[in-house]
C-alpha cells in the first residue's frame, strides 16, 4: 500500500493542470494539489476534505471569513470575490479550530507554518524569476553570546558574488513583521527575485541582503511572569523592551560582526542600510538612530517609529531620536536616505501615523521619501513593492 | 485588537520554558509552542484545540494513530510511548480529515507540509549546531530546458568555501525520499551539521552537496492520461519511467553543468558522488550506471536498485546496469564506492529486498559497504546515520 501512495502522490504531479474554466492551480501549492486555484480576475477557489465536520470557513487574515459549503463528496469548497493581488496568509476553521490547508505550502507568519495563496498580479513582473543572472540566498547560522543560542538567518549574495572574487558589497538588513521570521522576505517577499531583476537592469546597485531572525531573548534572564498583566502594564512594556533591546544588542554586536567577517562587505555606515515591515520598521528606527555611527540608509515599511505612529503624538524633531533630527541640514548629510512607505488601504491608525509621522518630517523640513502603494494593506505586495521603491535608492 | 495579538504573540516567546515535570517543548515546534514537548524518556506529549471535534487522532506515519482525550476547556491531549529517536512525521486527525499541527513546524513530506517532532537521541549531537566552522545552505535557481522550468535546489558549501577561493572540492548529490522535495536533507536530515562536524573533526574531506528536487516533467509532453487504470499497468509504468528518465536528464543535462559552472569544483568522476534515500536511491542506481562517466562514488540509503531491492529478483551481475559489474576488478577500478543502508526494523520487504542486493553482490564479488542502522526503520534517523557513514568513505 506504501507503494502504491508513493506512486500515486508522484504521477499526481502530472495531472494538475486541467482548467477547463479558466482556473490554474495556484503557484502557492504544494505539487499535486488542484485546489486551492485561481483565475485572472484574482478570485480563488478554495476545497478541502473534511466529510464529518459541521462548519468550515476560509480565514483570510485580516479580512472577511468565506463560509465553505458541504458537496456530497464530503469535500467542502468555496470561490472567493477577486482578491487584491500579491501574497494573502489564510488558514481554514473546521468547526472553529483553526488549520492550514494541507493543499498549500506553508509560509510563517502569525507565530506559526500557515497557508498563503498567490494571486499574480496582470503585468507585473519584478518579483518573479526572470531569465537574467541570478544571486543566491544562503542560510546562516552563527552562536551570539547576547541570546546565548544558536541564530538563524538568510544571506542573498548578488550574482557574481563567488566570480568576482575581490569585489565587496554593501549590504540592507532586511526585517520580517511581527508574527513572522528571517524566512519571511524570500518565501513571501521575494527579495531575491526583487533584486536580480532590479541589478539585471541596472536599476539597483549589486548588494547583499541579510535578513535577520527579528526576536531574541537575553542569556541568562530569567522569563518574565505577565500572569495576569493587562495589556500595556508596565511589566509587559518592560518585556517589550527588554527584547527589543535584546534583539538591537544581537544585531549590532553578533550579526553585523558576524556578516562583515564572513562576506565580502564594504564595512562601514556609507555601505550599511536598514529597512523592515511593521515591527521590523519599528526595529529599524529603534538600531539605526541608536547607531547611527553603523548605518546611513533607513527605511520603515508600513511601521516606523513605535509610538510615534501608533500613537497620536506629533514627532518633536529637537527631542526625537537623540536629537538626530535637530540640524536638518546635518541630518541630510549624515543619513543618505530616510524612506517611508504605506499602503493606501492599510488600517486607519497606521496608514494615519505613517502620514502623520511623514507631515512632522516635512514640517522639520527633513528630506525623506514617502511611499504610497495603491490599493494595497498592510500586506506583502505593499512590501514588494516598497522594496522595489527603495532598494534602487541604496548606495548611489 | 491586531497590536495586542501581535503583542502577545511576541511575548508567548519567553513563556515556553516552563517545565515542571520533566517534559519540554519539542525543538521543531513554532517558538512559543508549549506543546508538542518530549521527554528524556522519548515520550511525546501532544495539545491541540479543537473544541467542537467528536474525534482528534494524532498520526505518526507508518505507525498507529493515536487517540486524543477531551479536556475540559476544549483541548485534546495525548502522551505517546518512548519514541524511537531522530525526526517523526505526523498529522492531526480531526473527525478524520488530516490536518498538520498549528504548533509544529511543517516539513514537507507526504506530498504536502506536514508536521514533524524531533526526539532527542541521547548521547548524539553528530546532527547538532556546535562550536565548530559552519558551511552555508545555498537556494539556487536554474533555467531547465529539460523541464522547460525553474527549478529549485540547495547547495551547501563547507566552512571555509568563501576564503579559500582558490580552492575546489568535490561534489556530492543527495536526494530525498519519494512524497519530500530538496529541502528534506536539510530541515529534517541536518545534512549541512552533519557535514560541518565531520569535516571539523577531519572525518570527510570538505565538499559541495547539491541537493536537486526529485520530480520532473518533459517541456513540452502532454500529461499522461492514467484515469481508470490500475496501479501498475503499462501505462502507469510508462509514466514512472518518463518521470525518472527526465529526472536524469534534467540532472546531467542541467544541473550538473550549472553547478559546476556556478560553483568551484572538482567537475571529473572521481570527484562527483551520488546518494539518495528510497526513492532518491533508485534515482541514484539509474542516475549513476547510466553515467559512470560522471560518478564514481554511490550509496543508496533504504533504496537502492528499483525492481531488484522491491521485487523478487536476485541481481544478474552479467546483465544488471548494463553489465557493470561482470568484471569485479574493473568495477572496483571504476566505481570507488557501492554503499548500501538500511535500518534493522524497516519495514519487511524492503528489508528483505536490500539484505537480498547486498548477498547478490557478496555473491558475485564486488566490493562495496552493507550498513545497518540499529532499531529504526524507514525514517529520518537511519538516514542521518547513513550520512554519517557515508560522507567519511567519499573523496578520500
Redesign the interface.
Known amino acids: 500500500m ?3 501512495g ?10 494538475w ?2 482548467t477547463p474554466d479558466g482556473f490554474e492551480p495556484a503557484s502557492t501549492n ?4 488542484a485546489y486551492p486555484r485561481v483565475d485572472t480576475g484574482g478570485r480563488a477557489e478554495f476545497r ?7 462548519k468550515v470557513q476560509v480565514n483570510f487574515w ?1 479580512a472577511a471569513k468565506l463560509d465553505m459549503v458541504k458537496q456530497p463528496d464530503g469535500m467542502w469548497t468555496v470561490t472567493s470575490e477577486p482578491l487584491v493581488p500579491g501574497f494573502h496568509y489564510y488558514t ?1 476553521l ?7 490547508d ?5 509560509f ?1 507568519g ?4 500557515a497557508s498563503g495563496i498567490e494571486i499574480p498580479e496582470p503585468g507585473s513582473t519584478y518579483y518573479l ?1 526572470q ?1 537574467v543572472p ?1 544571486g ?6 552563527y ?1 551570539s553570546k547576547v541570546t546565548g543560542t ?1 541564530r538563524h538567518a538568510l ?1 542573498y549574495t548578488p550574482p557574481g558574488y ?1 566570480t568576482e ?1 575581490k569585489m565587496r558589497y554593501p549590504v540592507l538588513y532586511l526585517q520580517h513583521g ?2 513572522e521570521d528571517e524566512t519571511g522576505w ?1 518565501r513571501q517577499g521575494r527579495a ?1 527575485f526583487i533584486l536580480d531583476n532590479l541589478i539585471a537592469s541596472r536599476s539597483a546597485k549589486p548588494m547583499i541582503i541579510v535578513m535577520a531572525y527579528g ?1 531574541a ?1 537575553r542569556a541568562g534572564h530569567p ?2 511572569d ?1 500572569t495576569g498583566k493587562p ?1 500595556g502594564s508596565p511589566e ?1 512594556m518592560k ?2 523592551q527588554e ?1 527589543a533591546s535584546t534583539f538591537e544588542d544581537d544585531m549590532t554586536q553578533e550579526l553585523i560582526p558576524f556578516v562583515d567577517s ?3 562587505t564594504v564595512a562601514d555606515r556609507d555601505h550599511r542600510a536598514m529597512a523592515g515591515l511593521s ?1 521590523g520598521g519599528m526595529q529599524t528606527f529603534q538600531v539605526t538612530f541608536d547607531h547611527l555611527d553603523l548605518f546611513s540608509y533607513i527605511g520603515g515599511f508600513s511601521g516606523a517609529a513605535g509610538p510615534m505612529v ?1 500613537g497620536k503624538e506629533k514627532l518633536d524633531p529637537k527631542a526625537a531620536f537623540h536629537g538626530a533630527l535637530a540640524d536638518p541640514e546635518a541630518f541630510s548629510t549624515r543619513v543618505h536616505l530616510l524612506w517611508l512607505g504605506v499602503g493606501t488601504t492599510e ?1 486607519a491608525m497606521m496608514k494615519a501615523g505613517l502620514e502623520r509621522l511623514h507631515t512632522s518630517l516635512d514640517e522639520a523640513k527633513i528630506n525623506h521619501v514617502f511611499y504610497e502603494s495603491p490599493g494595497t494593506s498592510h500586506e506583502w505586495q505593499t512590501w514588494r513593492r516598497d522594496l522595489k521603491d527603495f532598494a534602487p535608492r541604496l548606495f548611489q
Chains 1, 2 share one sequence.
Open positions: 506504501k507503494r502504491i508513493i506512486a500515486m502522490l508522484l504521477l499526481s504531479t502530472f495531472c493542470a486541467q504544494v505539487w499535486g494539489a478541502v476534505k473534511a466529510p464529518n465536520a459541521g485580516g481554514l473546521i468547526d472553529g479550530a483553526e488549520f492550514s494541507p493543499a498549500s505550502h506553508t510563517f502569525g507565530g506559526k507554518d524569476p531569465d541570478h543566491a540566498v544562503r542560510e546562516i547560522w552562536l544558536w544571506v563567488d572574487t511581527g508574527g524570500i531575491n526576536y531573548k522569563d518574565p505577565l495589556f509587559m518585556a517589550m527584547m564572513h562576506f565580502r515591527m501608533l488600517p
